[in-house]
């Protein structure tokens, strides 16, 4: 059996681990990898012919893990895509809007040029639609051959609906090798999602770092912090808090978290927008699969109602009612897209608030290097708007309690589930080098045999 990390190898996006055995190539995960200005370019060459592959699992939607799919088909790929139903549709809407991110970009660059400069889309819809035909979804905790002597396990993760650890089974000269693929692990107690569940002993393990070195904030609940900032912003001053939040995952935790302060009558009523077409469509899947919701959240269902409505909420639809938001002068929320503010509807929320003393952005995930979310975050007193530079009189926030990833301590206490005589090693991926070395450190510590692979590094398992 043959390892191959050809993604998220010392950095976060952009995973992609092959196996092989008896000549039988599995691809676990075909994510974009954007470190890069030139992520398009790079993206659209495979290290591997990808006619090759015979199957693709999928750990889960988001698109450093599913974003590169469509372009595996259009370079060749022939085969199934394994993944859980929940990520089936919710990697749908992903990437059909990374198509419209991708065109958006095309028609910046082409205007008033050739239409021939710069990188064309790396894939259409049409490419999108044929990879959703190649899905076949498995329901966690089921046992699925592949093929003989290759078996599947979805196990739940948490982190986002529908995200799962591949644990397979695989018969080798006689022999049982079982390998598990983390993908991204959740916290536990996270809004709507259920606990990681422990994974099942195996002689090799590939686990994601990204918080290694990092604990979450434990002093405070996201209910006690929303409420502290909604109070000041919102109740004591007449102002408006914008909260940047990725459209899939982030915003259905944070509604449902504002659904309970309010319905609780923690605060008066304040309205609230949620502004981003594709944060309904994903409610409307988390609404599809909700016997997958955690206990608490079935628990609300059942007692209040729809946890994603309420009577303080809106959802806005088209480009002229989030427009007209910035007519409307009393204090209010703002929920929209996209979290780290490279695009989308929230930057026209920003364009008309980023001067307004009354205002409070909240950010509650992380902003990559170079985007304009770092930059406020970092606090630069003028960030370029339309076009515009424009002073920063708004007060910026950040909290990491809506963080879906599980922190320094989780991702030990995953690898502890594990015996360290029978784990033969740990493969650490999709994380910073101080993440990975600071996380590499404890595992070793705690006697287990840890690599950090380079890309394109080769192991036989």
Known sequence: ??????????????????????????????????????????????????????????????????????TLLRMGFNGQILCTPPTADLTELLLMD?????????NKRTRGKRASSGPKPLYLHKHVM??????????FDKDFTIKEGINLRFIPVGHLLGAAAVVLSIQEDGQEKRIAFTGDIGRKNYPVLVDPQPIPEVDYLVSESTYGGRL?????????????????????????????????????????????????????PVKIFVDS?????????????????????????NRKGDEFEFEELSYVQDKRESISISNYHE?????????????????????????????????IGYCAKGTLGNRLLRGDPIVRLRHRDLMVFATIKQTDLLSGHGDHDDLLNTVKQQQPQTLKKVFLVHGESKSLESLS?????????????????VFEL
């Not at 990374?98 to 970009?105: H, P, T």
């Not at 044929?130 to 329901?139: G, L, M, N």
């Not at 309904?280 to 269902?301: G, I, M, P």
């Not at 703002?334 to 979290?339: D, H, L, R, T």
Request: aromatic fraction near 10%; charged fraction near 20%; hydrophobic fraction near 35%.
């Open 216 to 268: 979450h904030s434990k002093d405070t609940t996201i209910e006690q912090k929303l409420v502290e900032t909604i109070n000041e912003t919102c109740i004591k001053f007449p102002g408006r808090l914008i909260i940047p939040a990725f459209s899939i995952g982030r915003t259905q935790a944070l509604v449902y978290s504002l659904n309970k302060i309010f319905s609780e009558g923690l605060l008066p």
């Open 441 to 457: 450190a404890a595992i070793t510590a705690s006697g287990y045999s840890v690599c950090i692979p380079e890309k394109g590094e």
């Open 1 to 70: 059996m043959k390892l191959t990390i050809w993604g998220a190898a010392k950095q976060v996006t952009g995973s992609m681990h092959l196996l092989q055995s008896h000549n039988y190539s599995i691809l676990i995960d075909c994510g974009l990898d954007y470190e890069k200005e030139t992520y398009q370019e790079e993206n659209q060459y495979f290290p591997f012919d990808p006619a090759t592959i015979d199957v693709v699992i999928l750990t889960h939607a988001h698109i450093d893990h599913s974003g590169n799919l469509p």
């Open 277 to 301: 077409p594709l944060a309904s469509f994903a409610t409307d899947v988390y609404r599809k699969h909700h016997h997958l919701l955690n206990e608490e959240s079935q628990d609300f269902y």
């Open 130 to 139: 044929d990879t959703v035909d190649r899905f076949v979804t498995i329901a």
């Open 98 to 106: 990374s198509v419209n991110v991708f065109l958006s970009k095309q």
């Open 331 to 363: 204090p209010c929320i703002i929920i929209s897209s996209a979290g780290m503010l490279e695009g989308g509807r929230i930057q026209d929320h920003l364009y008309h608030n980023i001067q307004n003393y009354y205002c409070t952005i909240l950010f």
